[in-house]
T-cell receptor, first 111, second 117 residues
Framework: EDQVTQSPEALRLQEGESSSLNCSYT??????LFWYRQDPGKGPEFLFT???AGEEKEKERLKATLTKKESFLHITAPKPEDSATYLC????????????FGKGTLLTVNP | NAGVTQTPKFQVLKTGQSMTLQCAQD?????MYWYRQDPGMGLRLIYY???????DKGEVPNGYNVSRLNKREFSLRLESAAPSQTSVYFC????????????????FGPGTRLTVL
């Protein structure tokens, strides 16, 4: 069974203080690792897809990286508007349609 | 292009009542999904529809039924609501192929917040 563990559960940063969120996964044949952002009261918003170890994707202050066991979401010089819950999900080789989600990391960036 | 829309946004039911949550997408996506999100549990798949005319159970299907009415619409029905079904329900849709050529991302609706008393 595919499993996803995100850490920390919550992270509080000062504006401009860079940090990383972790997503550890166990899957049988990774077919894709997905990062989403979720604002309070809204649905998840897609950020990145990573398919193979060594792959990196960037968007503004966010950079996602992937190894064979985990993914990191690096946040460089965050701003208060980066405050949200960040979700990680994986698609394993045994499932054509199912994503397994982690519980998320709640990021708060203080001005 | 509205993306994925869900109705209603909020609903309060009494135990035993029934209701249908509606979902529609205007992106011509083949696959559609229903999830529930509970505090400390993450998103869990209830049912999905790989294409028009097909539906399959996900991780937590008990107490729910679905209908893929056409390519655009995918509804979720609670026949006899229970307090354990208090949750936020999200509908999502997905194209067959992603921007990188692999399995594509899912696009989520804004959610329906359901309380069962």
């Amino acid at each position: 069974e595919d499993q996803v563990t995100q850490s920390p559960e919550a992270l509080r940063l000062q504006e401009g203080e860079s940090s990383s969120l972790n997503c550890s996964y166990t899957v049988s044949g990774l077919r894709g690792l997905f990062w989403y952002r979720q604002d309070p009261g809204k649905g998840p918003e897609f950020l990145f897809t990573l398919y193979s170890a060594g792959e990196e994707k960037e968007k503004e202050r966010l950079k996602a990286t992937l190894t064979k066991k985990e993914s990191f979401l690096h946040i460089t010089a965050p701003k208060p508007e980066d405050s949200a819950t960040y979700l990680c999900a994986v698609r394993g080789g045994g499932s054509n349609y199912k994503l397994t989600f982690g519980k998320g990391t709640l990021l708060t960036v203080n001005p | 292009n509205a993306g994925v829309t869900q109705t209603p946004k909020f609903q309060v039911l009494k135990t035993g009542q029934s209701m249908t949550l509606q979902c529609a997408q205007d992106m011509n996506h083949n696959s559609m999904y229903w999830y529930r999100q509970d505090p400390g549990m993450g998103l869990r798949l209830i049912y999905y529809s790989a294409s028009e005319g097909t539906t399959d159970k996900g991780e937590v299907p008990n107490g729910y039924n679905v209908s893929r009415l056409n390519k655009r619409e995918f509804s979720l029905r609670l026949e006899s609501a229970a307090p354990s079904q208090t949750s936020v329900y999200f509908c999502a849709s997905r194209t067959p192929t992603g921007t990188s050529g692999g399995w594509s991302e899912q696009f989520f609706g804004p959610g329906t917040r359901l309380t069962v008393l």
